[in-house]
């Protein structure tokens, strides 16, 4: 809060409201939905209604916990109120997150009071993991692990993708885990030329590649890993694609240290991809930040400059795409540190066939 707070007055202004569920669980500790937080240099407020109100007194230690009855008073209504007690003269909003109604509200609500887009704020705190935060990704990392062994054991051919991925699902939660991180990818034959493909009716195949993209829930942190299987034995380009992207994300795990920026790390793996003729068909992000967001800051591509840092978790996750054949790709989690990084999924990568 204090690190908001010194952020608030760099940017002169005397408020900041927050309606990003990650951010707002950052700040206040709170795991439910459909609350806001608005910051001022005195004092914390946290809204929300009825239905949270006892939960928030609980999780949200700080904070002065308003129950907003929209019967009564809009939220707009509740926010003016605390700005004209303290003396607000602009409040900070989220423009990445705020529903544009709820903006109008607020400054059809308060004429006098400037409302200032801000971007980034609480993710720049969020950028770098606490030795806590690292606990939990690593702890899902691990249940992702275990899911992983299983299915090799379960998924058969004749099996559809959407079964597949239901027992994966299945195995996260028996091993310990809150939900999945994000809907599940698991996707076979051709269709793993889609790098985000969703899991439909298809039989699983003899022959088939199959991309399981996946991770675990744990206390509100996720985690991301993708492994490509084949089902039977891989033909000669099948395996020729994989060693591509198999040394490919080794160089990506190589090159991923603090003090270079993404997109350093990206050209590194961008070249070994091309060294093999199979640069147009490479994804083009190599990987991105993972946390409370399953997509956070820092971003690794080509156009991204943001720097790595020690106890960053990101995700190194190069792939080849072909329209109507199908794709590869390899993705690890891993922590950022000043020598080598800590990979926190551990799965095998060789090109495992069942
Ligand atoms: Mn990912």
Known sequence: MKKVIKQLEERNLDGLFLVDYANIRYMSGFTNADSYILITKEKQYFLTDYRYSEQAEKECKGFEVITVDREEKPLEQVILEIADSTGLKNIGFEENHIVFQLLEKLRGAMPRIEFVPTNGIVESLRYIKTNKEIDY???????????????LDTLKPGMTELEA??????????FGADS???????????????PHGIPSRKKIEKGDLVTIDFGALVEGYRSDMTRTIVVGKPDEKQKKIYAIIQEAQEQGLQSARAGRTGKEVNEEVMKIISGYGYIEFAGKGLGHGVGLDIHELPFMNKTCGDELKENCVVTIEPGIYIPYWGG????????????????LSNSPKELISI
């Open 165 to 174: 991925a239901w027992k994966l699902e299945t195995f996260m939660r028996e």
């Open 328 to 343: 590869v790709r390899i993705e690890d989690i891993i922590a950022v540190k000043n020598g080598p990084c800590k990979v």
């Open 137 to 151: 990704i690593q702890t899902a990392a691990s249940i992702a692990d275990k899911a992983f062994d299983q299915i």
């Open 180 to 194: 999945s991180a994000f809907q599940t990818i698991l996707i076979s034959g051709q269709k793993t030329s889609l």
